[in-house]
T-cell receptor
Framework: NAGVMQNPRHLVRRRGQEARLRCSPMKGHSHVYWYRQLPEEGLKFMVYLQKENIIDESGMPKERFSAEFPKEGPSILRIQQVVRGDSAAYFC????????????????FGAGSRLTVL | AQSVTQLGSHVSVSEGALVLLRCNYSSSVPPYLFWYVQYPNQGLQLLLKYTTGATLVKGINGFEAEFKKSETSFHLTKPSAHMSDAAEYFCAVSDPAGYSTLTFGKGTMLLVSP
C-alpha cells in the first residue's frame, strides 16, 4: 500500500529554469494539497486540488507558480523561471474523496521534494 | 485567520524524562487541532488530532495532547522520552467548516540525550 509518492526527491535548478514536481496521491485518494517549507519555517499551504479542479489556490504566489491534477496521472507543481527564494522543500499531501468540507480530514504527506536553486 | 505559535524552536530532554511541547493557536472559531512529527528526510506523520469530544487525546508512540479552550492551547506530552522520539514536531489547525487546509506552526525540534 504505497503512500504519497513524490518525485524527484531532490532537484537542482539554475536561476531562470523551470522546475516540475510530481505527486502521486495515496491509492484511493482524490484530493491533493501542496505545501512549501522554507528553512526555519513551518509548512505553508499553497494549493488544494481535486481531479481536474483547483479548489483553493489562496497560498500560491501569483506569478510563476501553477499546479494541476489531471484526470490521469500525478499532480504537478510547476515553477517557471525559478529564483533563489524558491529553494525549499515542497510537500504533497492527499486525502480520500467524499469528505467534502471537513477540516477534520487527515492528510497523508509524502516525503517531499527538495528544490535547490543555484 | 488562523495562526499557530509553538514556543521554543528546540527542546532538549534526557531519555526517560517528560516531554512537553507547547502549542497555542489563534482562531475566530474553535478549530480542529493536530500534531504531526517529521523525521529527517521524511514526510509528516500524524501523531494525534482533536476534533470534538474528550479534550485529552491519545496518539501514537505514547504521545498525548490536551485541548484547553480557555488557554487556546494544545500542548503535546509524553511521560518518558525515548531516543527514537528525536524529530521535529509540528502543531497545526484547520477550520472545521472549511477545507482540510492546515495552518502549521514553525515546528519544535526535540533533542533526546542518553
Amino acid at each position: 500500500n504505497a503512500g504519497v509518492m513524490q518525485n524527484p526527491r531532490h532537484l537542482v535548478r539554475r536561476r531562470g529554469q523551470e522546475a516540475r514536481l510530481r505527486c502521486s496521491p495515496m491509492k484511493g485518494h482524490s484530493h491533493v494539497y501542496w505545501y512549501r517549507q522554507l528553512p526555519e519555517e513551518g509548512l505553508k499551504f499553497m494549493v488544494y486540488l481535486q481531479k481536474e479542479n483547483i479548489i483553493d489556490e489562496s497560498g500560491m504566489p501569483k506569478e510563476r507558480f501553477s499546479a494541476e491534477f489531471p484526470k490521469e496521472g500525478p499532480s504537478i507543481l510547476r515553477i517557471q523561471q525559478v529564483v533563489r527564494g524558491d529553494s525549499a522543500a515542497y510537500f504533497c499531501a492527499s486525502s480520500p474523496p467524499g469528505q467534502g468540507l471537513s477540516g477534520a480530514n487527515v492528510l497523508t504527506f509524502g516525503a517531499g521534494s527538495r528544490l535547490t536553486v543555484l | 485567520a488562523q495562526s499557530v505559535t509553538q514556543l521554543g524552536s528546540h527542546v532538549s530532554v534526557s531519555e526517560g524524562a517528560l516531554v512537553l511541547l507547547r502549542c497555542n493557536y489563534s482562531s475566530s472559531v474553535p478549530p480542529y487541532l493536530f500534531w504531526y512529527v517529521q523525521y529527517p528526510n521524511q514526510g509528516l506523520q500524524l501523531l494525534l488530532k482533536y476534533t470534538t469530544g474528550a479534550t485529552l487525546v491519545k496518539g501514537i508512540n505514547g504521545f498525548e495532547a490536551e485541548f484547553k479552550k480557555s488557554e487556546t492551547s494544545f500542548h503535546l506530552t509524553k511521560p518518558s522520552a525515548h531516543m527514537s522520539d528525536a524529530a521535529e514536531y509540528f502543531c497545526a489547525v484547520s477550520d472545521p467548516a472549511g477545507y482540510s487546509t492546515l495552518t502549521f506552526g514553525k515546528g519544535t525540534m526535540l533533542l533526546v540525550s542518553p
